[in-house]
Every structure is written in C-alpha cells, then in structure tokens.
C-alpha cells in the first residue's frame, strides 16, 4: 500500500516524515545497500506524477514524485551521494549540475569527517607490485558487490585493496537465485609475486597472473570487470554573474581545428614558359600553356626545322619559281 509522506536526503540516507513540520521522522532507509534506480512506467492517478523503482539488497522500494522533473532532479542527488559523483545521463539544467556538484563535495567532506582514522582506499594505499590489472578498483567490499550488481555485462570478478590496507581482494558475483558474492584474500609473498589465500594456495607471479588463475579455475566462469566510464565531449566552465553572484556552468565554443596551410600547385614542366623545351629528341616548343589541339591554331605545336622540311621547302621554292617564268 502507498503512502504519502515528506522525504529528505541527509548524507547517505532518506528520513520520511509525516509532514514537513515534524521534527521526528517515521521512517529511515540507509543507501549503503542500492542496487539499482530506474524509471517506472507505470500510471499514477495524478497524470503529472513520475515514478521510479529504487532496488535495494533486501528489496525494492517505489516511489513516486510530483512530476517529471522532481524525478529527474531526485535520481540526481541520490546517484551524487551514492557515487559521490555527478552523473552525466541525466537531463538537468546548468543550476541544478552545479548543485550537486556542491552536494557531492559536503558528502565526501562528511564522510571524510566521519572517519577520520581511515584512509579512504586507493591503488597508492596498497604496495603493489608490477603492472595493476584493468580490473583493479579502489572501492571497499560493499562498493564491490554494487558495482558488479549494477554492471553484470560487464564481467563478475574485480581486483581491490583489502580491509587492513597490506593486502589485496578478489570480489566475484554469480547468479544463483539470485546474487552470490565471494571475497578472495591475494597477499603478497616476501620472496617476490602474490599468493591467492585459500585451502591451497595458488602462487602468483604477477597480479595479471591472479586474475587469469581464477580464470583458468573456474573454467571461464570468472571474467574480469572492464567498465567503460564515458568522457565528456564539450569543455565547460563555471563563471560568477557580477550582478547577482550566481554560478552559471557554461560550454566552451567548439571551433574547427586550424587547417594545414596547402602547398601550392605544382607547375607543369611542360607549360612553365613559352620558350621551355621538352627533354624530347625533336626539341618541341608550346606556344601556349594549354594543351594542344588541331582545331585552334593557336593552340598547335611549332617544330623547329629538320634537314628533310629543308629540303622539301627549297624543292616547292623551285617549282613555283618555273611556273612563274613559263607563266611569263
């Protein structure tokens, strides 16, 4: 059954209250435990309600906004807290970006406040040896076990540090009526190369050679993580309004890249001057840069005399010569 109460995110976790005017909240629901957050398509009596499934690991939870875009901006601030990261597939407006920019910021202040003791976990916390595999996560064991619910296509076996910070785990996810998480202790061993803690443990050389043993044991059942995170593809910016002081994210004007300078056309060496010559045994000359043709006159070729247009020419000289003295 349904009902209607005031919810409120405070850090990790959702307070509902009766009304906004209570002071004691009625219920409380810790998102350590998220699985999943999708839309549901499902009508509402109110037409201009928007619904949306929060899966947990002890079940689901729906929920219902007032409209499209109180859903939209509520998928925002829970995937902030949870991912302590602004998410890109969500369509928000450049205000409301910039606040959960601002909330992602005090959640890991608070977290960082919370436990001061301990480092959060990184791929520098763990002495590692060797080149890290792409599997490799700097993520606790409960961010883990998301991370592989969340993502099952993109393989069911991640590398991260373990607990005391000296050594390393292997999480894994299988499906047996549902979701089956195993956790593998890979410490490393004081004569060189890694060792995997179980009944027998297996000696490792490198951590590559951790995750294709797990591999090669489990007959291809255990695949390594590989999640494809996505890049931005415009350049913004924050700037400050002088006027009212409100931060406005802005995107950078994409220009065309600066083109290559051409080289200039290379010149024929056949119609680089009227005088040029061609390295042809009849020495021809062009009287114009264009090509040749027997219908222009202006465009044929001049050759220059050889002994046989000589002697043909003195030849006609002579006969016309005779024809002029008979004629006379």
Not at 85 to 108: D, H
Not at 164 to 176: H, K
Not at 288 to 299: E, G, H, I, K, L
Request: a neutral charge; charged letters at 25%.
């Amino acid at each position: 059954a349904s009902k209607r109460l005031w919810t409120c995110l405070c850090g990790n976790s959702l307070y509902f209250f009766n009304n906004a005017k209570d002071a004691h909240y009625v219920d409380k629901l810790d998102l350590s435990g998220f699985v999943s957050l999708k839309d549901d398509s499902s009508r509402d009596r109110n037409l201009e309600a928007a619904r949306l499934i929060l899966r947990m690991k002890d079940g689901e939870i729906k929920l219902t906004a007032p409209n499209l875009e109180a859903r939209e901006l509520w998928k925002g601030f829970l995937y902030s807290v949870i991912d302590l990261n602004v998410p890109s597939s969500l369509t928000l407006l450049p205000g409301q970006l910039q606040i959960l920019k601002e909330v992602v910021e005090k959640e890991r202040n608070r977290r960082r406040t919370r436990n001061p003791g301990r480092a959060p976990p990184s791929p520098l916390s763990v002495p590692l040896v060797g080149e890290i595999p792409a599997c490799f996560r700097p993520v606790s064991r409960t961010e883990a076990e998301v991370l592989l619910e969340r993502h099952p296509d993109c393989g069911n076996m991640l590398l991260r540090p373990g607990r005391d910070g000296c050594s390393l785990a292997v999480t894994t996810r299988q499906d047996l009526n549902g979701s089956v998480f195993r956790h593998y202790r890979v410490t490393q061993r004081d004569q060189g190369g890694y060792v995997i803690d179980v009944e027998n443990p297996i000696p490792c050389a490198t951590l590559h050679d951790v995750i294709d043993a797990l591999v090669e044991k489990t007959a291809g059942t255990l695949q390594p993580f590989l999640l494809e995170e996505p890049y931005e593809e415009n350049i913004t910016y924050v700037s400050a309004n002088d006027e009212n002081g409100e931060k406005i994210l802005h995107t950078a004007p994409s220009c065309p890249l600066p083109r290559v300078p051409a080289l200039p056309p290379k010149q024929d060496r056949w119609c680089t001057s009227p005088l040029s010559r061609s390295p042809a045994a009849d020495r021809r000359t062009l009287t114009s840069p264009v090509p040749a043709s027997p219908t222009n006159p202006m465009r044929r070729l001049i050759l220059s005399p050889s002994p046989l247009t000589q002697t043909l020419n003195e030849e006609l000289k002579m006969t016309l010569e005779k024809r002029r003295t008979s004629q006379d």
